[in-house]
């Protein structure tokens, strides 16, 4: 027992303790162990990581190397071409008379200052029309070239007894030509004098015209504007020169559009009546007020008697009494005024096909 001089279960019970403290350090170690290899394994990564990103960059920095070599390669010969075609250019320039270019420039810019300015500027396709329609005439030259010479040929090879034939067939043939000519241009004559008689005649009716339709359009112009004007110029081209207000005549376009249009109406109205013939009216009078549309309606239908007056209109009511409209319903047509008055609704008479 001197072995254990605190006994045995005393030593066992230190030994087991200093055994369990030796397996704590042990795991202690193990696990720092562990953490240690996992560090160095991650370090070991990025390592790695650094050195393939390395060789990457050291690969792309080559490959950029290699590229502004190449290109410094393809530089110098760019450079040393560029030098060979300047000095190709100064052997040139060198063996090139300049004062007598310059000359000939000047000349050729004095040329075409003293050229006349074009009324217009010409384009490529109008260029191109005429050379082609210069190209046409040249082959048409051509072909009356050939023509001729296949003619001398011909003659060449006829008789002379023919020959004079011939030639006296062609001046008969030329002297006809010549009469008739003579007589062209006598007639032209003839109908060019005509033609100016017809003129003046027509100048002569259309003045008589105006000075016979003056009266009765600027009465009623008068009459209709409760005498605000006075009077209607109208020219020997049947133009309206003015209207006189307070003794002064004054320009068409001074009155408004609405007298415009009416006095216009009456202008149709008079000259319709004095041919006897139709007048058509398109919703001629929409300026026009309820008063002077009452005075229109009646005339109207006073004329009405006298001529055919056509109105294509939106607003019946403006042309027409009331018990002259077309009635409500399937009826397309209305007559008054013993039947000299015929309203259509074309709304319903024409239909889509």
Known sequence: MTAFPEGV???LAGAQAALAAAAGEQRKVAAELASLEITIAAQNSRVEAAIREARASAERAQARL???STGQTNAITAHALQVGGLEQ???LRDAQDLATAETKLKNATDRRAAMPVPERIVTEAEVEAARGAKTSAESGLEAIQREI??????LEQVGGAVARERLRDASEACESAERQEREIEAEYDAWQLLLEQMK????AQASNLGQTLAPAIARRFEDLTQRRYENVQINAELGTEGVAVAGAIRPTDRISVGTREQLSTLYRLALAEYLS???VLDDQLVQSDGTRMDWFRALLAEKARSFQIVVFTCRPGDYLKP???????KSVHMDTDDRFVHAVDLGRAVRRI
């Open 200 to 203: 003046e005649a027509d100048a």
């Open 66 to 68: 290699d590229a502004a």
């Open 89 to 91: 250019l100064r052997r």
């Open 277 to 279: 013939t139709t007048v």
């Open 149 to 154: 010479d296949r003619t001398h040929g011909a």
């Open 323 to 329: 018990s002259a409209k077309t009635p409500k319903g």
């Open 9 to 11: 279960a005393a030593t």
